[in-house]
């Protein structure tokens, strides 16, 4: 397993520090567990990029890690009465989304994908969600809003890998299949 690989599994296992401590305190532990974790998916994709180790485990578990961390955070704000629960049940709809069609893809044609600038877009606003989230124990009331703008974000990217996907699959546009 690449070092890459590690790293990814490293945020996996930072979830339930960041839920713990987010939920049950102190709020600073959460936050640090939170941003190690996210730390570790900037490090990881660097790393697997420049020692050119890229795998196909990489490339599940990487978003399956982020998936993880993010959902597990929105939950536990939830949990805490800073954001709707059907917000968290909105952002998690095209997650699940995401993941089938990455599941098909494997399934049908052995692909599996990399992230594009859509999805890389989504992250990046969503990270600044969680960020405001934390950021709103000290006073900062952008919280929910980066939420909302993380939710129509991640639906946004939704989309579009939902068109890739059927722009790529074999009886899409008339064309037979295996």
């Given at each position: 397993?690449?070092?890459?690989?590690?790293?990814?599994?490293?945020?996996?296992?930072?979830?339930?520090?960041?839920?713990?401590?987010?939920?049950?305190?102190?709020?600073?532990?959460?936050?640090?567990?939170?941003?190690?974790?996210?730390?570790?998916?900037?490090?990881?994709?660097?790393?697997?990029?420049?020692?050119?180790?890229?795998?196909?485990?990489g490339k599940v578990l990487d978003p399956l890690a982020d998936k993880l961390l993010f959902l597990g955070v929105f939950s536990v704000f939830s949990v805490r009465g800073e954001i709707p629960w059907w917000g968290v049940v909105l952002f998690a709809v095209p997650q699940a989304g995401l993941g089938v069609g990455a599941l098909y893809l494997y399934l049908a044609q052995k692909a599996v994908g990399s992230a594009g600038i859509p999805g890389k877009a989504a992250a990046g606003v969503t990270v600044l969600a969680v960020l405001g989230l934390?950021?709103?124990s000290v006073g900062f009331t952008l919280g929910d809003e980066l939420f909302f703008a993380?939710?129509?974000?991640?639906?946004?990217?939704?989309l579009h890998y939902l068109a890739r996907l059927l722009r790529a699959t074999p009886g899409a546009r008339g064309e037979e299949g295996p």
């Open positions: 397993m690449t070092l890459a690989n590690w790293l990814t599994l490293a945020r996996i296992l930072s979830l339930p520090a960041a839920l713990y401590f987010t939920l049950r305190g102190p709020i600073l532990g959460g936050f640090i567990a939170f941003v190690l974790g996210w730390a570790t998916d900037l490090l990881d994709g660097y790393l697997a990029r420049s020692r050119r180790e890229v795998t196909p485990l934390y950021a709103g993380a939710v129509a974000a991640n639906f946004l990217s939704a």
